[in-house]
Antibody, heavy 124, light 106 residues
Framework: EVQLVESGGGLVQPGGSLRLSCAAS????????MSWVRQAPGKGLEWVSV???????YYADSVKGRFTISRDNSKNTLYLQMNSLRAEDTAVYYC??????????????????WGQGTTVTVSS | EIVMTQSPATLSVSPGERATLSCRAS??????LAWYQQKPGQAPRLLIY???TRATGIPARFSGSGSGTEFTLTISSLQSEDFAVYYC????????FGQGTKLEIK
């Protein structure tokens, strides 16, 4: 079964750090594009970061320089290292697989597998 | 930077009726547009990619259309389980979501 399971969320003080994990089963993380998406309480979805199969990484402006996306191929796991956390980073964090489909002549993308989410609360 | 705008913010429709949700991009995203459904306490679910292709397992009552800057998600004959929040997402370079449309029971 294709599945993503996040862990690592919790309560952290402003300025602190946290590392989120996303364990995949049923497919290979390193062969896919993988992303983190967050949702603040009562708000919409906000894309955070993506890592491509080739290893390139991209970040939303709101987290650039503070968050780092990475993966461990041996553990088939995606990570999000979050430093210098702020109150506005409080959210449910989801990991998702970004699937690529060829509808000639173009490729199209969508997040077809999601984890259940892990909650990060930044508060003193 | 591309901005995705969804309308309306809230849509009230009776079960069995048709719902039409709109998504507008501030610049062309070609057909690189996806739609998601999210129910309270759940992760989002992919409905449509490539503006009009249903994802695996998505019922035929869900359909997407549009290209460039104007997109539409249509749900024909609403079922009780369809009342949820719907998000559009463009994927040029990296993902960007619209702010969502809440579909509620009238």
């Amino acid at each position: 079964e294709v599945q993503l399971v996040e862990s690592g969320g919790g309560l952290v003080q402003p300025g602190g750090s946290l590392r989120l994990s996303c364990a995949a089963s049923g497919f290979t993380v390193s062969s896919n594009y993988m992303s983190w998406v967050r949702q603040a309480p009562g708000k919409g979805l906000e894309w955070v970061s993506v890592i491509y199969s080739g290893g390139s990484t991209y970040y939303a402006d709101s987290v650039k320089g503070r968050f780092t996306i990475s993966r461990d191929n041996s553990k088939n796991t995606l990570y999000l290292q979050m430093n210098s956390l702020r109150a506005e980073d409080t959210a449910v964090y989801y990991c998702a697989r970004v699937m690529e489909w060829l509808l000639p002549p173009y490729y199209y993308y969508g997040m077809d597998v999601w984890g259940q989410g892990t909650t990060v609360t930044v508060s003193s | 930077e591309i901005v995705m705008t969804q309308s309306p913010a809230t849509l009230s429709v009776s079960p069995g009726e048709r719902a039409t949700l709109s998504c507008r991009a501030s610049q062309s995203v070609s057909s690189n547009l996806a739609w998601y459904q999210q129910k309270p306490g759940q992760a989002p679910r992919l409905l449509i990619y490539g503006a009009s292709t249903r994802a695996t397992g998505i019922p035929a009552r869900f359909s997407g259309s549009g290209s460039g800057t104007e997109f539409t998600l249509t749900i024909s004959s609403l079922q009780s389980e369809d009342f949820a929040v719907y998000y559009c997402q463009q994927y040029n370079n990296w993902p960007l979501f619209g702010q969502g449309t809440k579909l509620e029971i009238k």
